[in-house]
Structures are given as structure tokens and as C-alpha cells.
């Protein structure tokens, strides 16, 4: 969270540190600035608001600046609500500094500050670092040993870039829990949060270690660790890089990357199917089918699609498999044992609470697996074993995409399991694998065709403050998938409940044209969810079914049933998936909001 930029080169910085945050947008947007050498010292320009409001002051007051040296900051708020004042970058004395993450004493270390004479200008917990900077850089005029000092004094996570009034020219770097990439390019030498702001100008890159502070020139990159003593750090080479095509003649990142999908999920099956039957590392498959349970560890929309594995793995494979809400895992954890396995899934690969879950689990020697859909993220790098979607960029807020690919990379890890402890036949498997590689996109299509009908339909139903998402078992796990996409977008009021739950007390809220969304599938509990449905619709619900499979009590009990047709039942939720996720999209489109970049949203949590 947070979009961090610093470049030195032989080029104009400010159209590059724009350039820059404008790729780093999708970590937080609700503030933007930047600060930037010229003969006059220090300018800092920074505003609320996207990153176009930045631009604006420039083009008014430093339309002829010129500087090749600077950094940048697009904001997600943690501490201080967004605002000009609380916007990046934060100056004191003669430190001027971004920052991306959360620094937890921030309160005494203010104090401190405070006590010795520094005035605060903004809320924010960042401002601390420049005042401490500033403070020990007065002592010994070092600006290495007074950052190395500021290291030792902040506690939490933190990627920060500093400029020093004195240091003309330099960026310094350093970062802990946090992403800060350093690289050096033909067009010069930058800083970034994210590779993606470098990517086109670069295949290599360094990842400075935690505890060093990196600086920055024209002429090169040199890394100091804890006693001043240089450093050199390995060269990450990327091997392979996800690209973004930008959204051709879609109106939108989320509409582009929900019609993506049916090549999302060929893709990444294509590395995971040979002669037609699932193919993993055997290494891999004897761990997990020798774990007493899996453990599957995501946030969000990945906790979501982990659900959908766990019923994959439990019933193809026999195993146990428990989900985690890695927020939650981290202080909370269960009873694990030393015979079990750990799977951590993530779109980004940077998201902090599973990235701190999966460390937790390194420390103990336990066995991790990743899967996730960025090449080189930090979790892709720090798993044991590596699994990777391939739906390619996700820019959108709202994750789509690599929701149908975890899902459909989970089906074909279960059946590989299925077939190690001997649960499937080769022959099932195969006729399985197909199912999902060419039937599931197929379905896909065949929703994707109907997305006039489905605005149809979100502009009958998402007419109230509130909504309910029903099912049972996976429908379950679909339905709390679909409600966090339309609440994330539309900012409705939506709740998903297991069916039968409802009446245990939430009931109570349903009245007269309140919509209430089933999602039913298969047929042992077909009957029942369609009662569930019927006691809604008895309160005067507005009642919506999507289904497998439209049966007359389906039709008789709701306002509305959209049917989803699928090559088999087991795989019915991630081709219903594209419904709910073009309901949410068409939804949030009719209240007017910023489907790509919701509010108070950002595309990658690394704050926890
Ligand atoms: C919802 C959404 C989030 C992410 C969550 C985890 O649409 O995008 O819930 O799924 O923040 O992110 P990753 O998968 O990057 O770890």
C-alpha cells in the first residue's frame, strides 16, 4: 500500500516520478506528491486526491522546473485522514521523506520530537521519520549513520526514501517488512515499491536487505549496512514478469479482466496439465498428501477462492483442509502439528498479513507452498515451493481474475492429490482435467455473452441499502465471494450467510423488496436452499436464484432465476463467479462509482 518513487539520473524527474506513481496508483490513491531537487533546494508538490491533482499545481507553478533527481508518494491512509497536509512527501529540518507502511511508536517517537522543539504539520505517523532523520543528521551531518539510527528507533513496517537539503542530487532508501526495490536502468537510477514502475526500462533489479540504507545517484547504487560498511546486494533477474496490456476497448480494468478469464484459466492450467491429467512436482504432491491437514492462508477474495480448494482437496483428495484468515492466523493460530502443510495464496504476492503468516511458518521449518499470481513478489520468493497463477496483470481493485485461476489451479492441485492417495482413477482425472480446461472457459464465455442481461438484472435488484447473499456449502463460499465484490464496488450493504443460518437472527432485517441472492447448486441441498429462499420471499423479499440448474421451485419461489450452465457440478462456482462478478460491476456502474479504484481501497495490502 502506498506507491513509493525515487529517481537520479540524467533526465527531467518530474514527468518520470509521475510516470512512476502513475503505475504505482493501484497501491493507494487518495493522496499524491512529490518532492524534487532544483537550484533552489527542495520543492515539495502534493495534493489530495488522485494523482492528476498533483499534476494540476505542477503545471500552474512549476510548469519550467527543472530537476533530475526527486521522489514521489501515491498515499492509502493509515494514520491521518487524506488530506494536502497529511499527503507525501513530509519535511522536516533538512529531511524530506515518503513512506509506505505503519510505524507503531509513532506516538512516543512524536513526543520525543516534540519535546525537543520540532513542530508536526501533519497526522500522520510518517512525519516522525523525517523529524527523527532530521534530528540525528544535525548531530553528525551523516545522512547513512542518522538513517541507520532512525532504523533502530521505529518499530512496525516501513519503505521510505529520503532526500537530505544538503545532498544534492541523492535518494536515500530503506525499507523493513515493506517493498523497496532499487534499480539501475539506461534512463537512470530509481527506487520502487513495486517493479512494475520499472519494468519497462529494466530485467534486473536489487532488493535491499532490511537494516541497510541504500543511495541513490546518477552514477550508481551503493548500500550501507548497520556499522557504515558497503554492501553488495545480489541482482534479482526477472526471469518472467506479468504484463499489462491496459484495458483496449474496455471501459474499464475489472469489465477487461472479468473477460480475461476464460484465458486466465487456461493459462495457468496449461503449466499444470500434461497428456491431459494434472501434473505437479511429486516432491509437492508427497508433502501435501502426506500432511495430517492443509492449512490454507489468504485474505480476502483469496481467502475466498482458498474456501473452494478446501472443498476440492477434502472431497477429491481425503485430506483435511482448514482456511485461515491470515489476519487472524498470525496472532491467533490453530493447533497445528509438525506433520502439516501450509498453502498461502495471493493475487499480489505482497499482501503483509499473509506475507508475516507464511514468515511464521518458515521460522518453524513447517512446509509452505505459495500461490500466487506475481512472479518475483515477496511471497512467491519466500514460499518453499512456488505454484503460480497465470491470469496476467490484475490492475482493478476488485480482484476477478485471479480468483477463477486459484480456483481452477486448486481443482487440478486436488485431483493431482486425488490420484497420489489413490482416491481418483486416471480416467476420472482426465475426463475431470478437460472439464475445467476447456469446459470451464466455455461456460465462461456463455456468461460473459449474457452481460446485458445480468445489468438487467442488477438494475432491478440492487435498488436497496442492503443485500443478502444465500447458500450452503460452496454455494456458501460463492455467495461470500459474491457479496464482498458487490459491497467492495457498489458500497451496498451486502451479507453472505450460510442458508440456513438466516433464521437464527438476521432474519429480522429482511422486509418488504430487500434483495436476497441464492445461490444454489447440485441436488442434495437444493431443496433446502430453495426453502430458505421461500422464507425470504414469505418476508416479501426480492428474491434472486442463480443456479445450475433452474428447477420449478426455483422458478416459483423467486422474482428472478439465472441459470449457469457448467460441464460439471463440482465446477459450477467458479463459471457462476463471472455472473456475480458482472452483476457487481453493472451495479456499481448505475450508483456512479469508480469501479476500478473504490474508495478507501487499494490494490495491495502490505499494511496490516
Ligand atoms: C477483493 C480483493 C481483496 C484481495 C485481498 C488479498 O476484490 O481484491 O480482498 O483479494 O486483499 O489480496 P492478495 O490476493 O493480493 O493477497
Not at 441499502?465 to 460463492?478: A, I, V, Y
Not at 425470504?536 to 428472478?560: C, F, G, N, Q
Amino acid at each position: 500500500m502506498c506507491g513509493i518513487i525515487g529517481y537520479c539520473g540524467g533526465n527531467p524527474a518530474i514527468p518520470r516520478l509521475l510516470n512512476g506513481l502513475k503505475k504505482l496508483e493501484y497501491r493507494g490513491y487518495d493522496s499524491a506528491g512529490i518532492a524534487f531537487f532544483t537550484e533552489s533546494g527542495i520543492v515539495t508538490v502534493k495534493a489530495e486526491g488522485r494523482i492528476a491533482n498533483t499534476e494540476a499545481l505542477l503545471r500552474g507553478d512549476y510548469e519550467n522546473a527543472v530537476s533530475v533527481c526527486g521522489i514521489g508518494h501515491t498515499r492509502w491512509a493509515t494514520t491521518g485522514r487524506p488530506s494536502d497536509f497529511n499527503a507525501h512527501p513530509h519535511r522536516s529540518g533538512a529531511v524530506t521523506i515518503v513512506h509506505n507502511g505503519i510505524i507503531e511508536n509513532y506516538k512516543e517517537l512524536k513526543a520525543e520530537c516534540e519535546a525537543a522543539g520540532t513542530v508536526f504539520r501533519s497526522q500522520t505517523d510518517s512525519e516522525v521519520i523525517a523529524a527523527l532523520a532530521d534530528g540525528y543528521y544535525r548531530e553528525n551531518a551523516d545522512p547513512v549513520a542518522a538513517l541507520q539510527k532512525v532504523m533502530e528507533r521505529l518499530k512496525g513496517s516501513y519503505a521510505v526514501t529520503a532526500l537530505f537539503e544538503d545532498r544534492t542530487n541523492t535518494v536515500y532508501g530503506f525499507r523493513r517488512d515493506s517493498p523497496l526495490i532499487a534499480a539501475e536502468t539506461p534512463d537512470g537510477n530509481y527506487f520502487a515499491s513495486d517493479y512494475i514502475a520499472v519494468k519497462h526500462l529494466t530485467d534486473t533489479y536489487f532488493l535491499p536487505e532490511e537494516g541497510v540504507v541504500a543511495e541513490l545517484t546518477a552514477r550508481g547504487i551503493r548500500y550501507f549496512g548497520p556499522q557504515g560498511e558497503q554492501r553488495a546486494p545480489a541482482p534479482v533477474t526477472v526471469t518472467e514478469s506479468n504484463r499489462d496490456d491496459g484495458k483496449g476497448d474496455f471501459p474499464h480494468y475489472m469489465l477487461k479482466e472479468i473477460f480475461d478469464i476464460p484465458e486466465a484459466i487456461r493459462n495457468t492450467c496449461r503449466d499444470h496439465v500434461l497428456e491431459g491429467l494434472p501434473s505437479f512436482d511429486d516432491g509437492l504432491l508427497q508433502r501435501l498428501s502426506a500432511a495430517g491437514r492443509i492449512y490454507i492462508v489468504a485474505c480476502g477474495t483469496a481467502l475466498n477462492a482458498g474456501k473452494l480448494g478446501k472443498g476440492y482437496i477434502e472431497r477429491l483428495a481425503g485430506i483435511p483442509v482448514s482456511c485461515e484468515t491470515a489476519s487472524e492466523f498470525r496472532y491467533f493460530p490453530p493447533l497445528y502439528g509438525k506433520n502439516d502443510c501450509f498453502v498461502f495464496i495471493s493475487q499480489s504476492g505482497e499482501t503483509a498479513d499473509t506475507a508475516a503468516s507464511m514468515r511464521m511458518i518458515n521460522a518453524q521449518g513447517l512446509y509452505t507452498v505459495a500461490l500466487v499470481n506475481t512472479p518475483n513478489s515477496t511471497i512467491a520468493r519466500e514460499a518453499a515451493d512456488v505454484l503460480y497463477t497465470r491470469a496476467g496483470v490484475e490492475t482493478a481493485v476488485a480482484s476477478t481474475k485471479a480468483y477463477n485461476a486459484q480456483g481452477a489451479l486448486l481443482f487440478l492441485l486436488a485431483l493431482a492429490l486425488g490420484m497420489k492417495t489413490g482416491r481418483v482413477s486416471a480416467a476420472d482425472a482426465a475426463r475431470k482435467t478437460g472439464e475445467l480446461t476447456d469446459g470451464v472457459p466455455a461456460a465462461v464465455r456463455k456468461v460473459l455473452t449474457e452481460s446485458a442481461r445480468i445489468r438487467e438484472l442488477s438494475h432491478r435488484f440492487c435498488t436497496a441499502p442492503s443485500c443478502f447473499f444465500l447458500g450452503r456449502g460452496p454455494d456458501f463460499f460463492l455467495a461470500e465471494e459474491s457479496s464482498l465484490k458487490l459491497k467492495e464496488i457498489s458500497y451496498i450493504h451486502c451479507e453472505a450467510y450460510a442458508a440456513g443460518e438466516l433464521k437464527h437472527g438476521t432474519i429480522a432485517l429482511i422486509e418488504k423488496d430487500v434483495p436476497v441472492i441464492a445461490v444454489i447448486s447440485g441436488e442434495t441441498i437444493r431443496a433446502k436452499t430453495i426453502n430458505n429462499a421461500a422464507e425470504v420471499k414469505a418476508r416479501s423479499a426480492k428474491v434472486l436464484i442463480v443456479t445450475d440448474r433452474a428447477v420449478p421451485e426455483e422458478r416459483e419461489t423467486a422474482d428472478a432465476v439465472f441459470t449457469v450452465d457448467c460441464p460439471a457440478e463440482e465446477l459450477f462456482h467458479l463459471c457462476a463467479a463471472v455472473f456475480f462478478q458482472l452483476f457487481a460491476y453493472h451495479t456499481a456502474l448505475l450508483r456512479g462509482c469508480d469501479v476500478d479504484k473504490p474508495r478507501n481501497l487499494a490494490k495491495s495490502v502490505t499494511v496490516e
